[in-house]
């Protein structure tokens, strides 16, 4: 027996009516880890991470799914427990940022690269900067993107790589994708978050209005304006810290020290 601790919220990614798919399942895999599949046919799935593995494999089994392709964001540990063993059980094909410590060979992709994922398109950005090689995946037909640890609700990841510069030119590409793009993360810290941001800027209200309550998947025209670290060169940030002036970059960085003290 198995506690099946995944929520399936599923979301119909297909604008028309009579296609049912592909659809995005998303839930909490472990801890505050999210865990990620999109649905690309009655029995056929893409996961993006693997924050259980083995809990993993359980749901395939369950939903009858078979695992065609695993896209793999980072390496922190919490991102591939039993990665080995499901790619091993599923032979799935296995995608990850060229130069990665993983196992099982896979196919490592470079910035910039456009790929094709069980029929849908994928496009690989370097947003290093949390770690030393972080990767976010587009899928441009689907207005969706995965972005790891990079960027969360209200808040971002920690900067365990950095520098500063690299970090924010990393959430700067994410800010530029089409403003339709729903954003998957990696963990969801949004009370924290919010918590960080009511104290940081109590002189801001719009950074707390009631959209910035987002859920997974986020909405990217929402973090644009609520999200203080996509927004390190608004000069309304900059301003409520006394730091008129300084390069964003700096900016961001200040914000994500003082997020390390909540
Ligand atoms: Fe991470």
Same mark, same amino acid.
């Given at each position: 027996?198995? #506690?099946?601790?995944?929520?399936? #919220? $599923?979301?119909?990614?297909?604008?028309?009516?009579?296609?049912? *798919?592909?659809?995005?399942?998303?839930?909490?895999?472990?801890?505050?880890?999210?865990? *990620?599949?999109?649905?690309?046919?009655? @029995?056929?799935?893409?996961?993006?991470?693997?924050?259980?593995?083995?809990?993993?494999?359980?749901?395939?089994? &369950?939903? $009858?799914?078979?695992?065609?392709?695993?896209?793999?964001? &980072?390496?922190? &540990?919490?991102?591939?427990?039993?990665?080995?063993?499901?790619?091993?059980?599923?032979?799935? /094909?296995?995608?990850?940022?060229?130069?990665?410590?993983?196992?099982?060979?896979?196919?490592?992709?470079? %910035?910039?690269?456009? =790929?094709?994922?069980?029929?849908?398109?994928?496009?690989?950005? %370097?947003?290093?900067?949390?770690?030393?090689?972080? =990767?976010?995946?587009?899928?441009?037909?689907?207005?969706?993107?995965?972005?790891? %640890?990079?960027?969360? /609700?209200?808040?971002?990841?920690?900067?365990?790589?950095?520098?500063?510069?690299?970090?924010?030119?990393?959430?700067?590409?994410? @800010?530029?994708?089409?403003?339709?793009?729903?954003? #998957?993360?990696?963990?969801?810290?949004?009370?924290?978050?919010?918590?960080?941001?009511?104290?940081?800027?109590?002189?801001?209200?719009?950074?707390? $209005?009631?959209?910035?309550?987002?859920?997974?998947?986020?909405?990217? /025209?929402?973090?644009?304006?609520?999200?203080? =670290?996509?927004?390190?060169?608004?000069?309304?940030?900059?301003? $409520?810290?006394?730091?008129?002036?300084? %390069?964003?970059?700096?900016?961001?960085?200040?914000?994500?020290?003082?997020?390390?003290?909540?």
């Amino acid at each position: 027996m198995y #506690c099946l601790t995944f929520l399936d #919220c $599923s979301i119909h990614l297909s604008d028309e009516a009579t296609m049912h *798919y592909p659809i995005l399942h998303s839930g909490l895999l472990k801890g505050d880890n999210y865990g *990620y599949f999109v649905q690309t046919g009655p @029995r056929e799935v893409l996961a993006v991470d693997a924050p259980e593995g083995r809990v993993m494999l359980e749901i395939l089994k &369950h939903k $009858s799914w078979t695992l065609k392709a695993l896209l793999l964001t &980072h390496t922190h &540990h919490d991102h591939v427990v039993y990665l080995e063993e499901l790619l091993q059980k599923t032979g799935c /094909a296995f995608f990850h940022p060229e130069g990665a410590e993983v196992p099982g060979g896979g196919r490592g992709v470079t %910035d910039g690269e456009s =790929f094709e994922v069980n029929g849908l398109r994928v496009q690989a950005l %370097d947003t290093s900067g949390h770690s030393d090689l972080d =990767f976010s995946y587009w899928f441009p037909d689907l207005d969706l993107c995965f972005c790891g %640890d990079t960027l969360f /609700a209200s808040g971002c990841g920690r900067m365990f790589a950095g520098p500063p510069e690299r970090f924010w030119a990393s959430l700067k590409r994410l @800010r530029e994708l089409p403003e339709a793009t729903r954003i #998957c993360c990696g963990h969801d810290y949004l009370g924290d978050n919010l918590r960080f941001v009511r104290q940081t800027f109590p002189n801001l209200p719009v950074l707390r $209005s009631v959209e910035g309550w987002d859920v997974m998947p986020l909405r990217l /025209a929402v973090q644009r304006k609520c999200n203080p =670290f996509l927004m390190a060169d608004d000069p309304r940030i900059a301003v $409520s810290m006394g730091l008129e002036g300084a %390069d964003p970059a700096m900016i961001f960085k200040k914000l994500r020290e003082l997020r390390n003290q909540l």
